[in-house]
């Protein structure tokens, strides 16, 4: 089974603080995404990455950044944390080639900024 | 902008019915669609994927696809109260391994 790995199930930080969300994968997938989940606006990408140290933005990639330094790693960085930021952060990875490209979900961080 | 559209719901089935989900899309160079189950404060599952035209079953669930209308479909025979969950539509478009998910809809199978 593709197992994908946030490292916190739940985050509180304070305003200001740059907060680190981190997610590995055990399946050697291409592709790397990281979305957040707010009611009534649904799934949207913040960023993926398709490669080792490739990244590309998403459609709200402000005030985020992301780091890909091994292909099982992909980290979201919050530079400075502010309250909108509070939300439900998703990992996925898939494959870029074959029959099966579909993505598959780690648990997911919810994130509260204060 | 590629857009996914769903019913938002909240869509109530009692138990043994079927469920009729429906999605459609905007961009028509699509190539792969995918259903997820998501339970309250839990990630998207998937259950199904489709990538060409007709009926794709698996147990109690058929996807359907037709790529002219830009429309896809989750059926859940025999719905069960543990069927009750949001569903989300994801679209791979064209050249691209981004998914765009629509904003789900609710289904709620009451016993």
């Known amino acids: 089974d593709v197992k994908v790995t946030q490292s916190s199930r739940y985050l509180v930080k304070r305003t200001g603080e740059k907060v680190f969300l981190e997610c590995v994968q055990d399946?050697?997938?291409?592709?790397m995404f990281w979305y957040r989940q707010d009611p009534g606006l649904g799934l949207r990408l913040i960023y993926f990455?398709?490669?080792?140290?490739?990244?590309e933005k998403g459609d709200i990639p402000e005030g985020y950044s992301v780091s890909r330094e091994k292909k099982e790693r992909f980290s979201l960085i919050l530079e400075s944390a502010s309250t909108n930021q509070t939300s439900m952060y998703l990992c996925?990875?898939?494959?870029?080639?074959?029959?099966?490209?579909?993505?598959?979900f780690g648990q997911g961080t919810r994130l509260t900024v204060v | 902008q590629k857009e996914v559209e769903q019913n938002s719901g909240p869509l109530s089935v009692p138990e043994g019915a079927i469920a009729s989900l429906n999605c459609t899309y905007s961009?028509?160079?699509?190539?792969?669609f995918f259903w997820y189950r998501q339970y309250s404060g839990k990630s998207p599952e998937l259950i199904m994927s489709?990538?060409?035209?007709g009926d794709k079953e698996d147990g109690r669930f058929t996807a359907q696809l037709n790529k002219a209308s830009q429309y896809v479909s989750l059926l859940i025979r025999d719905s069960q109260p543990s069927d009750s969950a949001t569903y989300l539509c994801?679209?791979?478009?064209?050249?691209?391994?981004?998914?765009?998910f629509g904003k789900g809809t609710k289904l709620s199978v009451i016993p």
């Open positions: 961009d028509r160079g699509s190539q792969s």
């Open positions: 994801a679209v791979e478009g064209a050249g691209s391994y981004q998914l765009t």
């Open positions: 996925a990875s898939s494959l870029s080639e074959g029959v099966n490209t579909e993505a598959f």
């Open positions: 489709i990538y060409s035209n």
């Open positions: 399946m050697d997938h291409e592709n």
């Open positions: 990455s398709y490669d080792v140290k490739m990244k």
